[in-house]
């Protein structure tokens, strides 16, 4: 029988260890929820690494850890330290994340950063092979792992490949600085199926194939050495039931039941008749615009000053890759702001910025998505942005405004929302007022299309129409092959 395998840098488990007793639970993100029904499907292995370096490892605890993986149908690869600062840290964080996300001065091109790249795939290509046969479907996901279907389909070439790009692909003109950028390209065109976020993306990636390989490409199809591959838009959706069903399901919740957070957030709202919540949720990564966002959010309260005292602006921040210098700058420019604006306009009994710098639990989510007003969603850069996303979802009485950038992924399928370009201070305070003040008809009606949206191209959907597409594109291998 023919097997589907997903590979992705990390596998959808939480693994720890207390005196070597080993807990393994699985992950709740959101690729984790929208593989559930490829994964669950039929017969099907997800191949990543574990989360535990090899160090970490003595051989008996390696065998229990390899067993209660593969328990979840998971294979691992195995990654050093080394392997995770020069392969992760190195080439897929300080490389092709900052270049794919036009930071170009964050951009380092270390060669013995590529090595480790390239020997990284290795790695996973040949756990991919040793689990894989003629006829398998193989779904690879991600920048970490741009060389791995080329790797595959050179020992496998009866297999299907598709591969799914989470983060934008850059224009050409940024792309073509790197200067692995042909053993890049060649690498991703040994899938069958090429997915993207956005048209844009695609429409990039496509460009860069013309051009630095010279590869004629006719609409979304690519011919390359004999075969012919498709090149397509994927926009990734949320797991809209458990959302909407939650936020139902916090609503009826007694007094005695709310978290610390809703108390806190209710008495806000008691002590203060009137005044209105903003959200954000990130991770602290310089691509999702923090900085912006909190001098944007400076300049309203400047530029209106009837609104201070009025608004409360909740900033969440998800500690991400805090080892690296970047993020501990962001972090530090992220504190002076917060604690400079609060400095300034804050009165006995009013502080402008609640700032959390933490991961919570999904109900805190789901607390705040549901107790805020407006969501200000502003990256500089973002391959789709869930968050904007959730936040509608949970809006089960249709009100609420989403403030998002347009250069997120979504801003393309959330036309509904107040668009906003992140650089334009001015355009965002206005935008901010504009929010705070739209009818309650307005937001029922911009919401009523956006969630319509959501709920039809939920994650699910999303994973299905991915793989509907790539068997597609096998089944049109098997006649042109045939003819
Ligand atoms: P991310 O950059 O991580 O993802 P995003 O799409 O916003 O960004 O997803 C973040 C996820 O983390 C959301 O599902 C959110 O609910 C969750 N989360 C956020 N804050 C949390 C908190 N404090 N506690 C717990 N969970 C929290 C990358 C790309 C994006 C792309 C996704 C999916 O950078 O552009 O949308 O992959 O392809």
Known sequence: MNKTIIVSNRLPLQISIHNNNLAVNPSVGGLATGMKSVHEGGESLWIGWSGLKEEELDAGLKKKVDAAIA???CAAVGLTGKDLDNFYYGFSNNTLWPMFHYFMEYTTFEGEHWES???VNRKFAETVLQHTDDGDTIWVHDYQLLLLPELIKKERPNTSIGFF????FPSYEVFRTLPWREELLNGMLGADLLGFHTYDYERHFLSSVRRILRVDTHFNEISYQGRTLRVDSFPMGIDYNKFRNAAITHYKKEEAQKSDLQKRLDAHLQSAPGAKMILSIDRLDYTKGIPNRLRAFEYFLDKYPQFRE???????????????PQYQRLKKDTDELVGRINGKFSTVSWTPIWYFYRSMPFENLIDLYTSCEVALITPVRDGMNLVAKEYIATRVDKDGVLVLSEMAGASKEMNEA???NPNNFEQIADTLKKALEMPVEEQI????FLQQRLERYSVEKWAKEFMKALQATKQQH?????K
């Open 310 to 324: 009025k608004v409360r602006f909740i900033l969440l921040a998800v500690p991400s890759r805090s080892n690296v």
């Open 117 to 119: 790249y390239k020997e």
């Open 445 to 448: 009606e911009r919401n009523t």
């Open 478 to 482: 098997h006649v042109i092959v045939s």
């Open 165 to 168: 790009l989470h983060i934008p």
């Open 71 to 73: 328990q979840e149908n």
């Open 418 to 420: 107040l668009l906003i």
